[in-house]
């Protein structure tokens, strides 16, 4: 029996999309999440220049096909930049793109997205992230049509969206975002893409830093109160900035009230470094702390010019008193007073330019899944005793311990991600998002997968707080090195989605999908001891098939269905098993034809009956509380003791072709599930002539094999 390939050939462990069985119809139909516009609409319009159709600079655009706003504003005109400006046109640039694109300012009593600045702003001080998120070689020059192309991360790969330049202004002033250089317009357009992918601008009302972090450099979130950080924050910020994390932070409170001290509250700043200084006899750690705005710093203690600065003893810290604007030092305990959230997004290698080696990025690790109705959708822990061994399972091994010095502890720091996939857009239909979390086993190298009894036994060494209703749910977790296994689940069984795994390690650790139900081949599964077959044999019902078949000695698909009809009458199974359908007779039929003429002849019946009646015994061996069915997990069992070995994937792809509507697989459905698996395994090595386990089929071969089985 060949080895089974995750989900068939070219898949991707992790990766459903990459599969082809899933592939086939992927052409059809747009992406999800995608706003990209199509190539026709790239062209120019009767003006010369780009129109974007999908994204028309309307007020659907403004508002969303509701038409409601939550800020007062009145758009007089959409005008490209060329017209919005006092410079030259020909000095019209999307920004300096090198260690900074420039200071942003944003007229904040207009629309509430100084969230979404404050992650433009710091991202701006990192060249190789803003040239994933804006393509280079754009600008207003040569090759000019209006159009422009923006990326960003959506579940797993990068999204480009096309907009034309028409920018929303009052009195020919940009209405939003617009930058301290009257001829940069990197900011308003990135804005405007943005808004796009998200409805419209008012979807950019209120959001939060996290959201827009991920969607524009790919990492991983991360949330805390102060209260909650580590004792030592300051050494915390500084391995955060080390491994190149982007911090935001955040005084709760009302939205734009300005304190004594400068900080304003419901506003978010970002993190851009940390220091320390010597002042006498005593280390003062530093925070440096950014304002989006460009404007409104902290006026208190290590501010620009204050007296603080006198006292330090290092002749090295003149460089750190004078700042940008927008930009300021304060102590480790007056951030701690005066900021209440800090907002992380975990960058990995991939997504960080580190030509000098000075950071120390995490290796990421990245696979989709899927909960599936009756197969993989456990429900969590609290349906430990029935449901919860059902859902997905990812193996991660630990071995590159921390190097951290001043930690005696051998541990291994490692962060985790869940999110669920297009349920925000998914919300404009109806459907809410999922409460959604995962759970950490101790794994066991041994073993492929846990199993219910392994899950019954040991408790998890680690869990979400709880299950959340949020785009995705992180958890920062530091174990010994060994062998675990990861679960995501949601709330409550039954309750499909899918979702994308991501796993942050130091370099050395691993994170892989793991497979149930697959067995090396040197080791198959011992056989159970089966009860004797409650069937005649095809011996014993030849005089049926004689008087069944005609002339040609040969049994229609009708003559079959009448005649498994009657052996089951005759041994008392017709009440137990639902009889054969003339569709499932055909599937018999099709697959054991040796001749196309739609028709079995004895030899045909008798190679099928002998396989029948063994597939029963194993049917009725699982079967175990005599039901006539099996569930999912009796069916996983039931084809490795049939000698089958499938993949997750697959057994997912099983049960949504052949479970009935009550997630159970009847005994008809059994037969002619394994029927078709074993033909189609026999097809495959027939082709495989030199058992590489690869086939060279042509067009025709393909269709005539798919189309008649």
């Known amino acids: 029996m060949y080895r089974m390939p995750w989900s068939g050939g070219g898949h991707t462990p992790g990766f459903y999309d990459s599969s082809s069985v899933l592939r086939r119809n992927s052409l059809l139909y747009p992406t999800p999440g995608t706003a990209a516009a199509p190539a026709s609409q790239t062209l120019p319009g009767p003006g010369g220049l780009f129109e974007d159709q ?27 930049p060329r017209k919005c400006t006092f410079e030259s046109f020909e000095r019209c640039n999307l920004g300096q793109r090198n260690e900074s694109c420039g200071h942003i300012y944003l007229v904040d009593v207009r ?18 992230v803003m040239d994933q998120v804006i393509p280079p070689d754009q600008g207003f020059g040569e090759g000019y049509t209006g159009c422009f192309r923006f990326k960003f991360w959506q579940y797993g790969q990068w999204v480009e969206v096309v907009v034309d330049d028409q920018l929303p202004t009052i009195n020919n002033k940009l209405a939003f975002l617009y ?5 940069e317009f990197w900011s308003p357009l990135l804005e405007k893409a943005y808004a796009k992918m998200k409805g419209s601008y008012e979807s950019l009302y ?6 827009a972090m991920v969607d524009l450099t790919g990492g991983a979130p991360e949330s805390f109160q102060i209260s909650e950080m580590p004792k030592d924050l300051w050494k915390f910020l500084r391995k955060l900035l080390e491994k190149g994390s982007i911090i935001c932070c955040a005084k709760p409170g009302p939205v734009g009230v300005l304190n004594e001290q400068g900080i304003v509250t419901g506003h978010a700043y970002s993190v851009t470094g940390v220091d320390q200084v010597q002042v006498k006899t005593n280390r003062i750690e530093l925070v440096r702390v950014r304002n989006p705005w460009g404007r409104v710093e902290w006026n208190g203690a290590w501010s620009d010019g204050s007296a603080e600065w006198s006292q330090v003893t290092d002749t090295n810290c003149r460089q750190m008193v004078h700042l940008e604007d927008g930009e300021f030092w304060m102590s480790i305990e007056d951030f701690k007073k005066n900021f209440g959230n800090v907002e992380i997004c975990h960058l990995s290698l991939s997504q960080l330019s580190n030509p000098d080696g000075k950071l120390k990025p995490w290796v990421q690790m990245v696979y989709e899944g899927r909960w599936i109705r009756g197969f993989s959708a456990g429900g969590n822990l609290y349906y430990k005793d029935k449901y919860y061994w059902m859902n997905p399972q990812f193996k991660l091994a630990l071995f590159e311990e921390d190097d951290d010095p001043d930690d005696p502890e051998v541990t291994c720091t490692f962060l985790v991600a869940l999110m669920q996939k297009h349920r925000r857009r998914m919300r404009l239909t109806g459907v809410n998002f999922l409460y959604i979390g995962f759970d950490i086993f101790k794994g066991n190298p041994t073993k492929a997968f846990l199993t219910h009894e392994d899950l019954q036994e040991e408790p998890p060494v680690l ?15 530091s174990l010994p090195p060994g062998h675990y296994v990861i679960i995501p689940s949601t709330a409550n069984p039954n309750e499909e989605g899918e979702f994308l795994l991501r796993v942050f390690t130091e370099k050395g650790n691993t994170a892989v999908p793991a497979e149930r139900n697959t067995l090396p081949m040197e080791n198959p599964q011992r056989l159970p001891n089966l009860a004797p077959c409650p069937l005649p044999s095809a011996g014993e019902s030849k005089e049926l098939f004689d008087r069944m078949c005609g002339p040609d000695e040969a049994i229609s698909a009708l003559e079959l269905q009448k005649l498994l009809i009657e052996i089951l009458q005759k041994s008392g199974l017709n009440e137990k098993w639902d009889g054969f359908g003339l569709d499932a007779c055909k599937s018999l039929i099709s697959l054991t034809d040796r001749h196309g003429f739609g028709k079995m002849g004895f030899t045909e019946f ?9 597939w029963t015994r194993v049917f009725n061996q699982f079967d175990k509380d005599g039901s006539g069915t099996m569930n999912s997990q009796e069916m996983f069992s039931a084809l490795q003791a049939a000698g089958f070995q499938v993949d997750e994937f697959l057994m997912q792809l099983i049960g949504l072709r052949y479970t009935d509507p009550d997630l159970t697989f009847s005994y008809v459905t059994f037969i002619c599930c394994l029927t078709k698996l074993d033909t189609m395994i026999r097809s495959f090595k027939t082709m495989d002539k030199f058992g590489t386990g690869v086939i060279n089929i042509t067009y025709k071969e393909w269709l005539q094999m798919t189309m008649y089985s």
């Not at 930058?179 to 001829?183: F, R």
Request: a positive charge; charged letters at 15%.
């Open 111 to 128: 629309v509430g997205d100084c969230w979404f600045l404050s992650v433009i702003a710091c991202l701006s001080l990192n060249k190789h």
């Open 206 to 211: 209120i959001g939060y830093p996290l959201e």
């Open 54 to 80: 999908q994204f028309p600079a309307a007020n659907s655009s403004l508002h969303g096909p509701a038409g409601v706003s939550q800020y007062n504003i009145v758009i007089t005109r959409w005008m490209r």
């Open 463 to 477: 869990s979400v707080k709880e299950h959340k209703n949020s785009t995705e749910v992180t958890m920062r977790g």
């Open 179 to 183: 930058s301290k250089d009257n001829n």
């Open 606 to 614: 008798s190679n099928l009956w002998s396989k029948i009646c063994q």
